[in-house]
């Protein structure tokens, strides 16, 4: 459920529209590559969920089988994503629920509330995953029949968009940024009966479930608007509906959606952050657990201020191209991690592996230049972090030598 949560929220109502601007007609194609990808990635990740069963991801994964740096890659890649992608889960929650002046104070709420439902327990963060989910799904399942049978909106048509290769490139790795949800899963491995079971299972799951979600979604929005149609509009799934009495129905599907995207972010980078603190390639006090819910709780209070602050400097397009250069990163990590474990512990080919690190390779190459940009910008914030930490322990070591030779 929270990886159906993270997904549904990410892609629905976000990743189609700037998907089909790149891709163009060949929409669904680019669905088919992120699909696969995401596909190779989930298994490189059961694989390694099942052999680590800790919280942290591929930040994990990776020290333990590439070393400290790859793994620092993983984890910073991990965090700065998707913490640019929750500002922007809460910002779509906001913008349906909320009029225009009212946005950023609801996105800001809503933050404080999730954080606070994380806070007391996994098991909290699960049941509210539930509800949103089975909510999100029934309203969909409405809005989707209605549009079929009776939709208002206007098929807009057009010469016909062709972008060629690294359009239809662009648009698997924006689309991309939807199927990314089941690192969360990855994540939560202290805190979950029969990890080496259970993780596998659920990743497995929720990405079947969500790309047979998605294919329907996005034919019935190519029947009902045409390409030109999805490209043009932040909201196609509204636009289809015209004066329908079913509009709210999105509207109230969207903003669930956003919320349960953004509960399954909140509790993915915290657990992340966590890891990475007791390493201390963050601040060491962010590996606090709390001690009556088991719960990273400073590091998830850390990451809602962060999501705060960036709420205020996001939009919705420019946070979806950057937080898939930090997750497609986050997974080329995992990917080559999986591809360097032993015979006995895959679940997978060797060249399930080899082929998800070139899938994320070259989809990180043709995403948006600005997302590219930024992107470097922020990993080299973190090398730099990193390196400065390491030579103030390498002083401190050496310090603390001369101190006992004298």
């Given at each position: 459920?929270i990886?159906?949560?993270?997904?549904?929220?990410?892609?629905?109502?976000?990743?189609?529209?700037?998907?089909?601007?790149?891709?163009?007609?060949?929409?669904?194609?680019?669905?088919?590559?992120?699909?696969?990808?995401?596909?190779?990635?989930?298994?490189?990740?059961?694989?390694?969920?099942?052999?680590?069963p800790?919280?942290?991801?591929?930040?994990?994964?990776?020290?333990?089988?590439?070393?400290?740096?790859?793994?620092?890659?993983?984890?910073?890649?991990f965090?700065?994503?998707?913490?640019?992608?929750?500002?922007?889960?809460?910002?779509?929650?906001a913008?349906?629920?909320?009029?225009?002046?009212?946005v950023?104070?609801?996105?800001?709420?809503?933050?404080?509330?999730?954080?606070?439902?994380?806070?007391?327990?996994?098991?909290?963060?699960?049941?509210?995953?539930?509800?949103?989910?089975?909510?999100?799904?029934?309203?969909?399942?409405v809005?989707?029949?209605?549009?079929?049978?009776?939709?208002?909106?206007?098929?807009?048509?057009?010469?016909?968009?062709?972008?060629?290769?690294v359009?239809?490139?662009?648009?698997?790795?924006?689309?991309?940024?939807?199927?990314?949800?089941?690192?969360?899963?990855?994540?939560?491995?202290?805190?979950?009966?029969?990890?080496?079971?259970?993780?596998?299972?659920?990743?497995?799951?929720s990405?079947?479930?969500?790309?047979?979600?998605?294919?329907?979604?996005?034919?019935v929005?190519?029947?009902?608007?045409?390409?030109?149609?999805?490209?043009?509009?932040?909201?196609p799934?509204?636009?289809a509906?015209?004066?329908?009495?079913?509009?709210?129905?999105?509207?109230?599907?969207?903003?669930?959606?956003?919320?349960?995207?953004?509960?399954?972010?909140?509790?993915?980078?915290?657990?992340?952050?966590?890891?990475?603190?007791?390493?201390?390639?963050?601040?060491?006090?962010?590996?606090?657990?709390?001690?009556?819910?088991s719960?990273?709780?400073?590091?998830?209070?850390?990451?809602?201020?962060?999501?705060?602050?960036?709420?205020?400097?996001?939009?919705?397009?420019?946070?979806?191209?950057?937080?898939?250069?930090?997750?497609?990163?986050?997974?080329?990590?995992?990917n080559?991690?999986?591809?360097?474990?032993?015979?006995?512990?895959?679940?997978?080919?060797?060249?399930?592996?080899?082929?998800?690190?070139?899938?994320?390779?070259?989809?990180?190459?043709?995403?948006?230049?600005?997302?590219?940009?930024?992107?470097?910008?922020?990993?080299?914030?973190?090398?730099?972090?990193?390196?400065m930490?390491?030579?103030?322990?390498?002083?401190?070591?050496?310090?603390?030598?001369?101190s006992r030779?004298?």
């Open positions: 459920m990886g159906l949560s993270a997904m549904i929220g990410a892609g629905l109502f976000s990743a189609l529209t700037p998907a089909a601007a790149a891709a163009g007609s060949w929409l669904l194609v680019s669905l088919f590559i992120a699909a696969a990808l995401a596909y190779a990635n989930a298994r490189s990740t059961a694989q390694l969920a099942a052999r680590y800790t919280s942290g991801g591929t930040y994990a994964y990776g020290r333990e089988v590439l070393g400290p740096w790859p793994g620092f890659i993983a984890g910073w890649g965090v700065v994503g998707k913490t640019a992608s929750a500002a922007a889960m809460a910002l779509t929650f913008t349906y629920v909320a009029p225009e002046a009212w950023k104070p609801v996105a800001v709420a809503a933050v404080a509330l999730l954080v606070c439902v994380n806070y007391v327990g996994i098991s909290r963060t699960a049941a509210a995953a539930k509800i949103i989910v089975a909510a999100v799904l029934g309203l969909l399942a809005v989707l029949i209605v549009i079929s049978v009776d939709g208002q909106g206007m098929r807009e048509s057009g010469p016909g968009m062709d972008p060629g290769v359009g239809i490139l662009q648009g698997a790795g924006l689309l991309f940024f939807a199927f990314a949800g089941y690192a969360r899963l990855a994540t939560l491995g202290e805190e979950v009966r029969d990890p080496q079971r259970t993780i596998p299972r659920a990743i497995g799951l990405l079947g479930l969500v790309v047979v979600l998605y294919a329907v979604v996005a034919v929005m190519l029947n009902a608007l045409g390409v030109e149609g999805i490209a043009a509009h932040d909201k799934l509204a636009i509906l015209g004066q329908s009495w079913a509009v709210p129905l999105v509207q109230i599907a969207a903003s669930l959606a956003s919320l349960g995207a953004l509960l399954a972010l909140i509790a993915g980078i915290g657990r992340t952050a966590m890891a990475m603190a007791r390493e201390h390639d963050l601040p060491h006090t962010l590996a606090t657990i709390h001690p009556r819910f719960t990273p709780h400073r590091a998830e209070l850390v990451v809602g201020m962060v999501v705060v602050v960036l709420i205020v400097f996001f939009d919705l397009r420019t946070a979806i191209g950057f937080s898939s250069f930090g997750v497609l990163t986050y997974y080329l990590i995992a080559l991690a999986a591809v360097r474990q032993p015979a006995d512990a895959r679940l997978s080919p060797r060249w399930v592996g080899i082929a998800g690190a070139v899938g994320c390779t070259v989809l990180v190459a043709t995403l948006p230049l600005t997302a590219v940009v930024v992107g470097l910008v922020m990993f080299a914030v973190g090398i730099c972090y990193r390196l930490r390491l030579s103030v322990a390498k002083r401190g070591q050496h310090g603390g030598n001369a030779k004298m």
